[in-house]
């Protein structure tokens, strides 16, 4: 992205094929309520746990979407499901607790956990899981004293897009229970799917923590707004934590998140958006010579495999950035083992710039292998 940055200061045209994040902003009825809220409110400080209206309009919502009955007392607003992460990683583990990923991930299950002296513990998954941890990755590694104490799963997720089955989910959730593994369920790109709809953790437990965002489906990046369902026994003392770190979530983002959950058909339709990028890219690349995809159910990501074409994705990002001006992320990023044989190419842009991606990375790979 820095160098992405640097090259278009320069003048070059670039294409971002690196961003994770939409490029519309949030609904007007969300804009609208902001308005009003900076009209009529001092916008001080809310409760630690977030304003009461919109932990009521985030329970609504788990019913109205997944059928699933969440009381309020069990959800926190958070800055970010950042902010989440953060506070469900303190509240849930002790120091020195080994906490399963898969691997390639999103770097903070990894950054996080180190940093509050957690160990994280990277499974290498590939094709033959979706990319996700299993519930038989979950049995072995909670055997012994040097067990694992929780896990994270992400579906779908990034950098794949991968989706978890009702079966896949399932299995995780009943193994982590009888292996008193907590489990951390990152949901933030649910609402953007492209097949079977998302399973939230929530239809088969209490006892996971299942972490959202307004980031990605509600295109509410900058508000810094996520949520957190919390098993009963952390509520408190996560609530404690929220309050000595945060003081409270942001009020302004607040009021106007409320309104999100009531812009549904604005925000599918963006994700008819994505559906569109999605087609172009898989139709065009494999012309390229990237023909190897991990199942891209969900999020807007494609994690391409390039290792008939380098065996140094990031050498081959930057070259294609410099000589294409198509930015795209290398694996490396996400998979310290295996990523050098990958790329995340994000088509959360516009559709005229995957267009455009397609045809310069043909032309590209085409002068290079001439
Ligand atoms: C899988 C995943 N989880 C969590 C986040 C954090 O998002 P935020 O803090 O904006 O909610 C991201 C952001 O890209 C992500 O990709």
Redesign the pocket.
């Known amino acids: 992205m820095k160098q992405a940055n640097r090259l278009r200061a320069r003048g070059k045209d670039v294409l971002y094929l690196c961003v ?1 994040q939409p490029s519309v902003g949030a609904p007007a009825p969300v804009l609208q309520a902001a308005r009003e809220a900076i009209a009529t409110d001092v916008l001080g400080y809310t409760d630690a746990m977030g304003m009461m209206a919109l932990r009521e309009r985030i329970s609504r919502y788990y019913h109205e979407r997944y059928g699933v009955d969440v009381p309020v007392e069990r959800i926190i607003v958070t800055t ?3 902010g989440a992460f953060m506070l469900g990683f303190m509240a849930a583990f002790d120091a020195c607790a080994r906490i399963a990923l898969a691997q390639p991930n ?1 770097p903070p299950y990894f950054t996080i956990p180190s940093s509050l002296d957690l160990v994280p513990v990277p499974v290498s998954v590939d094709d033959s899981s979706g990319f996700q941890l299993t519930g038989s990755h979950i049995a072995t590694l909670a055997q012994g004293e040097n067990g694992i104490a929780g896990a994270v799963v ?1 579906s779908p997720a ?1 950098p794949t897009g991968t989706m978890l089955s009702l079966a896949a989910l399932g299995d995780l959730v009943a193994t982590c229970e009888r292996h008193g593994v907590r489990l951390i369920s ?1 949901e ?2 649910h609402g953007i799917t492209f097949g079977e709809d998302a399973i939230t953790a929530l239809e088969l437990t209490d006892h996971a923590l299942v972490i959202n ?1 307004f ?1 990605k489906y509600f295109c509410m ?1 900058g508000w810094r707004l ?1 949520w957190m369902v919390l098993p009963p026994d952390l509520a408190e003392r996560v609530e404690i934590l929220a309050q000595h770190f945060f003081i409270s979530p942001p009020t302004l983002s607040q009021y106007a998140a409320i309104k999100a959950f009531d812009c549904t058909d604005e925000l599918d339709a963006i994700v008819q958006g994505y559906a569109r990028n999605r087609e172009i890219l898989l139709n065009e690349l494999p012309g390229a010579g990237i023909s190897h995809f991990a199942p891209a159910d969900g999020a807007f990501y494609l994690y391409g495999d390039v290792s008939g074409l380098t065996n140094d994705s990031t050498a081959f990002c930057k070259a294609m950035l410099e000589e294409a001006g198509v930015a795209a992320t290398p694996g490396i990023d996400f998979d310290q083992a295996n990523g050098a044989a990958y790329v995340r190419f994000s088509f959360a842009g516009e559709e005229s710039h995957m267009v455009e991606a397609a045809r310069r990375i043909k032309g590209w790979l085409k002068s290079r292998s001439g």
């Open positions: 994770g970010g499901s950042s999103y992400a990034n990152d933030i790109y965002s980031s990046t996520g």
